[in-house]
């Protein structure tokens, strides 16, 4: 979903959006009002919608508009800095989707884990390509997952990587190890000249 979408509509109260999600998807008369009620409990920083936001990532539905509002209800966990929603987050960390499995880093980074488990789940995808591997190593890093540095550095090794991918990986050793590594790849990406 592109940011801003439910900009314009009118807003929804905090209960008229727990509501939705409390609803069937087959209830309601537009398949992404879910997405729509996680968007608008954004606003309220609460534990009854951390509550309905973690019930919505726990689901196991493969419905593309219950996956599109789990996305953002990860997201909008890390916001809130959800400590509770870390073992729900984790366990999606192993979703089919490389969408939810991005944003549960992401969120998994912005809460501030420190669960070695899961770090090593996220240092274990790496190897997969169809994951945002920058994405994966950045979180890594803001987590200091200094168990999984050398999974990084490996990953750095490989021939034909992408320059984001690349920068991500010098940037995360320097952080992990304090080492500034091959710093002139850095600066040429970084060039405006």
């Excluded at 939705?20 to 609460?46: G, N, R, W």
């Excluded at 951390?50 to 953002?72: F, Q, Y």
């Excluded at 979703?95 to 420190?114: F, K, M, R, T």
């Excluded at 994405?135 to 021939?159: D, F, G, H, N």
Aim: glycine share 4%.
């Amino acid at each position: 979903m592109k940011a801003g979408t439910f900009d314009n509509l009118p807003p929804l109260s905090k209960s008229d959006a727990l509501r939705i999600l409390q609803t069937p998807i087959k209830e309601l008369a537009l398949s992404s009002d879910y997405y729509k009620a996680v968007f608008h409990l954004a606003k309220f920083d609460c534990s009854e919608c951390e509550i309905a936001l973690i019930d919505l990532v726990k689901s196991d539905s493969k419905e593309t508009s219950v996956l599109l509002a789990k996305r953002k209800a990860i997201e909008v966990l890390g916001r809130m800095k959800s400590k509770k929603a870390v073992p729900h987050i984790g366990k999606n960390l192993k979703s089919s989707d490389p969408y939810i499995v991005e944003n549960c880093a992401w969120a998994l980074q912005e809460i501030g884990c420190n669960n070695l488990e899961l770090h090593n789940t996220i240092g274990s995808l790496l190897d997969n390509p169809n994951h945002n591997q920058r994405v994966l190593i950045q979180s890594l890093a803001k987590m200091s997952a200094l168990t999984e540095l050398p999974k990084i550095e490996r990953l750095y090794s490989r021939e034909n990587l992408s320059p984001a991918v690349k920068g991500a990986a010098i940037a995360a050793i320097k952080i992990l190890k304090g080492k500034v590594i091959d710093h002139h790849l850095l600066r040429e990406h970084l060039d405006v000249n």
